[in-house]
């Protein structure tokens, strides 16, 4: 029985020993990082004295019984020793668990002391540093003067500014490169006079290249451009003249040199800073290369070349590396590179940029290099400037620059089904919001016209025509041939775009512009398909011109939707040099065939005709007679015309009331 005791007690030393181990563990996993851990030895012994002296006492209580105690007794005393065992293990666990708590509570108090201990510390640390009672006003006081809702009252403000200038004004190079206090400075410059303007600006003098590279004194360097004279601007830009390109290697400064460059440069400083990336000596000597242009300082020696074009590749691959391919003024010095690199040259540069053509097409320079770019490019680089560009395919045809970039594309890549492949889909779903904005509808002009004078001007002409002539090495097929390919994909979702959009295509005159040089366009051999779909539009342009033609929004009202139904009419388009109307196949359902459709359809009774007599619709009429003139075997065409001599009354009416198409009328008939 002895022995049975004896087991026991090792029993509950074991779990005793089991439980310090577990109170340990969870102890140190309580503690915060950053406190120092408390002594081991002196927990340890701790819970082993309390530990062994309950065992000191279960083994004297076990000993008196083993000597005066039955064997009953010894089971009801080893009952007593199981019970002794779980309550002295529940004491442990209490008694541990008092001590995580208080820790942690001592924990969260030392935590909240040091907290405010190091606060304190951080403000008298503030205080004792150059300038930082003034700091520290002066942040009070702008506080108040930064507040936007609701706007605080002039007197207010100019009070409050004269109460921070007081301050500031002796430690303005204190306060620029603090991150807090750099935007009290920038508050200061937005709402102070002119005067104190200078004042700030001359404080800083010769120190703005350590403004354009800080993280916080570039912001109130751009707020001096911003709000600064003139002579202010001139003055920085001296002063930075000759760093420009460590500028744009610099991940702040870059910032900085494309906001001086865009916004704050006259013509002739964007020159010269556009020479500072030709090299060292135009970045030293601002008088080198005056009046010269880069192609006309390459022509000199071919070493100046090498130099220059090194130079201004070196600054580029730079720049794009470290992500301002975006930037103005790179696009700027880009279109300096792209007149005198060549042969390796052009190849490397193609894939530098292949992959972000994208970032170019919003600038005009941007877009003059992405075009030459495309023209210069092998079957291989196009398709991957093409991939590049898909996911940008609406932002490009719909920016001013960008759309000339798609034109080029359309005019001088060979691979017509990628070209469809790539923007077709991208265009279908908002094709007829496309063809009503002067930018987007350019390129389907092209698809349908060509270099149509009508539509492109001049100097976009001769850019259009130089990036042909440089497609010439690259590009095989004949440029007819290429815009068909392409015109075929997008011809029918141009009229199926009509078809579902009329009235909302001709509510706008681009739109009904857009809608004339489809219909009246005969270059494509059309299927059965596009041929069925051509006179299905016919008659959705019929249908839409239906009607009280006397509401005052009704679509023959508005004036180019008269020239619309005028050109279909006739059958063809004014050729203004032979001053004749030149007649397209009766196939296509135009002139006399359209005429007897549309008599048909819309003059259903003697009221309808004197209301388009009546309105600036007459003009319609008059190309019907013009039409049926022509054509007077027809019976349509006797029936119209003998109802508009019984109309004679109402036209005279009209004449006299200066509706001049009316006027025209009363002469045919």
């Known amino acids: 029985m002895a022995v049975k005791v004896n087991s026991r007690k090792a029993s509950l030393k074991d779990q005793d020993e089991s439980s310090?181990?577990?109170?340990?563990?969870s102890n140190n996993k309580s503690k915060p990082a950053v406190k120092e851990p408390e002594p081991e030895s002196e927990s340890d012994d701790d819970d082993e004295v309390e530990i062994n002296n309950s065992d000191s006492d279960d083994s004297d209580d076990n000993d008196d019984d083993n000597d005066s105690e039955s064997e009953d007794e010894l089971d009801q005393s080893e009952d007593e020793l199981?019970?002794?065992?779980?309550e002295t293990s529940k004491s442990i666990d209490d008694e541990d668990e008092d001590k995580e708590g208080g820790e942690d509570d001592e924990n969260k108090q030392s935590s909240?002391?040091?907290?405010?201990?190091q606060r304190k510390l951080l403000n008298e640390r503030k205080l004792k540093r150059k300038s930082g009672n003034e700091v520290q006003q002066i942040k009070r006081i702008w506080e108040k003067l930064r507040v936007k809702n609701p706007p605080l009252p002039k007197d207010v403000r100019d009070k409050l500014c004269d109460e921070m200038w007081e301050l500031a004004k002796d430690v303005i190079g204190d306060l620029v490169l603090k991150h807090d206090a750099s935007r009290v400075v920038q508050t200061l410059i937005k709402y102070c006079s002119k005067e104190r303007r200078e004042i700030v600006t001359q404080a800083l003098k010769g120190h703005f290249y350590v403004l354009a590279t800080s993280s916080y004194g570039k912001y109130l360097l751009i707020k001096l451009l911003h709000y600064g004279s003139k002579e202010s601007r001139e003055l920085i830009l001296s002063e930075l003249h000759g760093k420009l390109r460590k500028l744009m290697r610099h991940r702040e400064g870059a910032y900085v040199v494309e906001d001086l460059f865009v916004l704050y440069s006259t013509a002739s400083q964007k020159q010269q800073m556009i020479k500072e990336f030709w090299g060292a000596e135009y970045a030293f000597f601002r008088n080198a290369g005056d009046n010269k242009t880069i192609k006309e300082i390459c022509e000199e020696s071919a070493e100046k070349r090498k130099l220059i074009a090194g130079n201004l590749f070196g600054t580029i691959k730079a720049s794009v590396e470290k992500g301002s391919t975006g930037f103005q003024i790179l696009h700027a010095a880009m279109k300096e590179y792209i007149q005198i690199f060549e042969k390796d040259e052009i190849r490397e540069f193609i894939e530098l940029l292949q992959d972000q053509i994208a970032e170019l097409v919003h600038t005009s320079e941007g877009s003059d290099v992405a075009c030459t770019l495309i023209a210069l490019a092998t079957a291989k680089e196009r398709k991957a400037i093409l991939k590049g560009l898909k996911p940008h395919a609406q932002a490009l045809i719909t920016n001013e620059h960008g759309q000339t970039v798609l034109t080029t594309?359309?005019?001088?890549?060979d691979d017509t089904v990628l070209v469809s492949k790539t923007f077709a889909n991208e265009y279908s779903e908002n094709i007829n919001e496309l063809i009503i904005n002067k930018f987007s509808r350019r390129p389907f002009i092209y698809l349908l016209n060509g270099f149509d004078k009508h539509y492109f001007s001049p100097?976009?002409?001769k850019d259009l025509l130089r990036y042909e002539s440089l497609s010439t090495e690259t590009s095989?097929?004949?440029?007819?041939?290429?815009?068909?390919?392409?015109?075929g994909t997008f011809y029918k979702i141009f009229l199926d775009s009509f078809i579902e959009n009329s009235k909302k295509i001709l509510s706008e005159n681009l739109g009904s512009q857009f809608i004339q040089e489809i219909l009246l366009n005969n270059e494509l051999e059309l299927t059965e398909e596009l041929k069925e779909l051509r006179l299905n539009a016919l008659s959705v342009l019929i249908d839409s011109v239906k009607g009280d033609v006397s509401i005052e929004n009704h679509l023959i009202n508005k004036p180019f939707?008269?020239?619309?139904?005028?050109?279909i009419i006739q059958g063809g388009k004014w050729n203004n040099k032979e001053k004749k109307i030149e007649k397209l196949p009766e196939e296509l359902g135009l002139g006399s065939q359209f005429s007897v459709k549309f008599t048909n359809e819309v003059f259903e009774n003697d009221e309808t005709l004197k209301q388009w007599i009546e309105s600036p619709a007459s003009f319609v009429v008059v190309a019907l007679v013009d039409s049926f003139n022509e054509n007077k075997k027809d019976s349509v065409s006797k029936d119209f015309l003998k109802k508009l001599s019984k109309s004679k009354k109402i036209i005279k009416k009209e004449s006299e009331n200066e509706n001049k198409g009316a006027q025209l009328l009363l002469k045919l008939i």
Do not use: A, C, W
């Open 20 to 25: 310090r181990k577990r109170t340990k563990l």
């Open 82 to 86: 199981d019970q002794g065992d779980e």
């Open 112 to 117: 909240r002391e040091n907290h405010i201990e």
């Open 409 to 413: 594309i359309f005019m001088t890549v």
């Open 459 to 461: 100097l976009i002409l």
């Open 476 to 487: 095989k097929k004949p440029q007819l041939q290429r815009r068909k390919e392409i015109l």
């Open 561 to 567: 939707n008269t020239r619309l139904l005028r050109s």
